[in-house]
T-cell receptor, first 114, second 111 residues
Framework: DTGVSQDPRHKITKRGQNVTFRCDPISEHNRLYWYRQTLGQGPEFLTYFQNEAQLEKSRLLSDRFSAERPKGSFSTLEIQRTEQGDSAMYLCASSPIPGRETQYFGPGTRLLVL | QKEVEQNSGPLSVPEGAIASLNCTYSDRGSQSFFWYRQYSGKSPELIMF????GDKEDGRFTAQLNKASQYVSLLIRDSQPSDSATYLC???????????FGQGTILTVHP
């Protein structure tokens, strides 16, 4: 049973560039979550998918952020026109059981915007 | 007021002692509670979850939940240097399963 995987693990970009991150959940987990974590803080919820449907978006997710899960398997998170404030660890988690929120995290993608 | 609050620490305990980590939450609708361990530069790793009032034990770890007081705790017995990490408390159950995390408590276990 492979865990949640994320790609890339690290990304350095210049302000104004677009970046895209990928998350592959644990096989057959139908719930997928994106969180963002900055230094010294706990993860903050960004968005949630059940299968291919995006069911909730945090107000933290500005118009520059978009997420997809086109076939209910992997998901992508795109940030357009990156800003220095976007520098953070972007975490993906998946969950297997409806009605329980036990979530398993991937290794994260660490983004640095210069 | 933050929805989930933890003492940021750092909490320092000697090897072999009991480490006690505390968490309070503000949303009475929260139904499930989780403790994650996070080593520096790594992602959160699930340690325990608890849904019902009372204690839940798993090896050296005991989670305690008191919904009336809106309080969750984690006890680590026989603490080891390898337990040194940030411990994150999270609450869920109010909206599509999203978790609300506290800011984490840094635990240091010294030999």
């Amino acid at each position: 049973d492979t865990g949640v995987s994320q790609d890339p693990r690290h990304k350095i970009t210049k302000r104004g560039q677009n970046v895209t991150f990928r998350c592959d959940p644990i096989s057959e987990h139908n719930r997928l979550y994106w969180y963002r974590q900055t230094l010294g803080q706990g993860p903050e919820f960004l968005t949630y998918f059940q299968n291919e449907a995006q069911l909730e978006k945090s107000r933290l997710l500005s118009d520059r952020f978009s997420a997809e899960r086109p076939k209910g398997s992997f998901s992508t998170l795109e940030i357009q026109r990156t800003e220095q404030g976007d520098s953070a660890m972007y975490l993906c988690a998946s969950s297997p059981i409806p009605g329980r929120e036990t979530q398993y995290f991937g290794p994260g993608t660490r983004l640095l915007v210069l | 007021q933050k929805e989930v609050e933890q003492n940021s620490g750092p909490l320092s305990v000697p090897e072999g002692a009991i480490a006690s980590l505390n968490c309070t939450y503000s949303d009475r609708g929260s139904q499930s509670f989780f403790w994650y361990r996070q080593y520096s530069g790594k992602s959160p790793e699930l340690i325990m979850f608890i849904y019902s009032n009372g204690d839940k034990e798993d090896g050296r770890f005991t989670a305690q939940l008191n919904k009336a007081s809106q309080y969750v705790s984690l006890l680590i017995r026989d603490s080891q240097p390898s337990d040194s990490a940030t411990y994150l408390c999270a609450a869920g159950g109010t909206s599509y399963g999203k978790l609300t995390f506290g800011q984490g408590t840094i635990l240091t276990v010294h030999p």
